[in-house]
């Protein structure tokens, strides 16, 4: 009797200095699926210049649940990850990885080889894809509806001998920023070309990370509102909008495009990115012709936004 009164007694002090460690935060106590993140790893992360490459794993294989609660993880924390080696995926299984991140949502392009309305089939040649996608300028998906889509998932289906994706860092772009454009931009929602899109502020935080990110289409934007949130609201003149947009341009490309990362793709490589983390163009060198560079066959699975760009 007396040692079960012993071990009754320890166990009580032990809940009380549990539940005093937890007040005061020296334990958290974290969910199931934070805990999954603790766990190791079935695959290998090589970082890149930005986000990371993943190697020893098979997306067209059954991935269990606490695995792509990893990845989904991986893909908050290194806006990009560039799966190997995924020759083998279907059209049916890219759709599956699509819906780990979300309900996927067709783009209004629907090109008649493609092996689903919701994958976006592109290419340099216009019998096989749609043509002269992502050379409009450096943007983010989606930047025309009320909620951009949150992310884009690139399988490479044939690899021409040379062209390539190229992403950049927005966070990263909007931190480097001088005082004065940072304080410009902070007042500026774009106004898309499609006049029944929505404004949205070019700077506003990450609905996830809650870092500074933007939203822009430097080749989709009819102009800029300065100061929306405020009765003196300004849309700026056709030179004025010039000039915003120049000056986005000057962010991606200065110092010889240093702070851009240029995926140059391999056969298998599959792509998934935080589209609102990362900006992106196609390279000039996707649209060569066919019998110059071979074919390039591109699906693209794009997946809903689940909130607006608020301030």
Not at 46 to 52: A, M, N, R, S
Not at 167 to 173: E, G, S, V, W
Request: hydrophobic residues 35%.
């Amino acid at each position: 009797h007396q040692q079960k009164s012993a071990v009754l007694l320890a166990w009580m002090v032990f809940c009380g200095l549990y539940r005093s460690f937890v007040a005061f935060g020296l334990v958290k106590i974290v969910s199931r699926e934070q805990s999954s993140i603790a766990m190791a790893r079935p695959y290998q992360l090589q970082p890149i210049k930005l986000g990371c490459e993943v190697k020893g794993i098979k997306l067209s294989e059954d991935v269990p649940d606490d695995v792509i609660a990893m990845i989904k993880e991986d893909v908050t924390k290194h806006r990009i990850l560039v799966f190997k080696n995924q020759e083998h995926l279907t059209p049916e299984q890219h759709l599956v990885v699509g819906r780990w991140f979300g309900e996927i949502e067709s783009t209004f392009y629907n090109h008649p080889k493609s092996p689903h309305r919701d994958i976006f089939r592109v290419s340099n040649d216009r019998s096989e894809g749609c043509t002269n996608v992502g050379r409009t300028g450096w943007h983010i998906d989606g930047s025309f509806q009320e909620a951009p889509f949150s992310h884009s998932i690139y399988h490479i289906v044939s690899v021409p001998n040379i062209s390539a994706t190229v992403f950049a860092p927005l966070t990263d772009i909007i931190e480097n920023l001088d005082v004065e454009k940072r304080a410009l931009w902070d007042r500026l929602w774009m106004v898309s070309d499609r006049r029944s899109g929505p404004k949205h502020p070019i700077i506003y935080k990450h609905p996830q990370s809650g870092k500074p990110v933007m939203c822009f289409h430097l080749g989709m934007t009819e102009t800029f509102v300065l100061d929306l949130d405020k009765k003196e609201k300004k849309f700026l003149t056709e030179e004025e909008t010039e000039e915003v947009l120049k000056g986005i341009l000057h962010e991606f490309v200065k110092n010889d495009g240093s702070i851009q990362y240029k995926h140059k793709y391999e056969p298998g490589d599959l792509i998934v990115t935080d589209n609102l983390a990362v900006g992106h163009e196609a390279s000039p060198d996707t649209q060569l012709p066919r019998e110059k560079i071979g074919l390039r066959v591109m699906h693209r699975v794009t997946i809903a936004g689940k909130s607006s760009p608020k301030k």
